[in-house]
Nanobody, 113 residues
Framework: QVQLVESGGGLVQPGGSLRLSCAASGRVFNVMRWYRQAPGKQRELVASFISSSNTYYADSVKGRFTISRDNGKNTVDLQMNSLKPEDTAVYYC?????????WGQGTQVTVSS
């Protein structure tokens, strides 16, 4: 059974940091990504990891977020620094295997004073 389980969300003040983690089981994914969806908005790609030399970041998070992967543990993390209120969203872990997408249940991140 394929599962992606996110953790690490919560409430943080502007300028603060959070680290999201996604634990994958049942598959070794070719690509792992973090998406987010704010209320009333479409889900958007935040960051993706293919290898340590092949990562992608949305312009809105470049320089603030870092995606990393531990192949031994089959996890992918998203370190989020200098958080802004506009980063508030549900964050979803996504894994791609043989052309199929798999999703976690999401974790809420709220940036507010």
């Amino acid at each position: 059974q394929v599962q992606l389980v996110e953790s690490g969300g919560g409430l943080v003040q502007p300028g603060g940091s959070l680290r999201l983690s996604c634990a994958a089981s049942g598959r070794v994914f070719n690509v792992m990504r973090w998406y987010r969806q704010a209320p009333g908005k479409q889900r958007e790609l935040v960051a993706s990891f293919i290898s340590s030399s092949n990562t992608y970041y949305a312009d809105s998070v470049k320089g603030r977020f870092t995606i990393s992967r531990d192949n031994g543990k089959n996890t992918v993390d998203l370190q989020m620094n200098s958080l802004k209120p506009e980063d508030t969203a549900v964050y979803y872990c996504n894994g791609v295997h043989a052309g199929n997408d798999y999703w976690g249940q999401g974790t809420q991140v709220t940036v507010s004073s």
